[in-house]
């Protein structure tokens, strides 16, 4: 047999356009398309429900205080909250003894970095529980404890989380 013959293609070998075989690779990227398009026209029917359902925004807060939308869904904060009202009560609340700031203990509960934690944490909780106990906002035209919020809306959780870490921030820095 000559070099040619054994060259020359069979009936399947040496077809310059073989069929793919299918494997998971070949339907990732189809099936990938096909979410990503059912996704954006998802989005755009969503966005065009938005426009038409008037949205909840918080009303402008004054200097020193928090407003909330009527739906609890956002809040807006005074430009002087942080320096007028949750400072001077951390500090206060510091200097009688009920925060407990880093570094400021002495003997046992500086010297062991988890006692120290727990004590920053414990402490941290007792305040913000009395804060929200003792402060008001606003939410329309009324004046409502911040305990008394409904807790599992979103604007309440962010205005939430804004304080513990506002307070744990003090608690490092003060």
Known sequence: MSEDESNAPNSSEGMLLEPEKK?????????????????????????????????????????????????????????????????????????????????????????IPMIENLMLDHTRKTVISAFKSTHKVKVGKEFVQISALPQGKTGVQKFNDWIEEKTKSFQENY
């Open 23 to 111: 494997t998971l690779g070949s339907w990732l990227l189809p099936a990938a398309l096909a979410a990503g398009g059912a996704a954006l026209v998802y989005r755009a029917a969503k966005k065009g429900d938005k426009k038409s359902k008037p949205s909840a925004s918080a009303p402008a807060a004054s200097a020193s205080e928090v407003a909330f939308s009527a739906n609890h869904s956002s809040y807006s904060m005074g430009k002087d909250y942080e320096q007028l009202v949750l400072e001077p009560y951390l500090a206060e609340q510091a200097e009688d003894g009920n925060l407990h700031l880093k570094g400021q203990g002495s003997g046992f509960v500086g010297s």
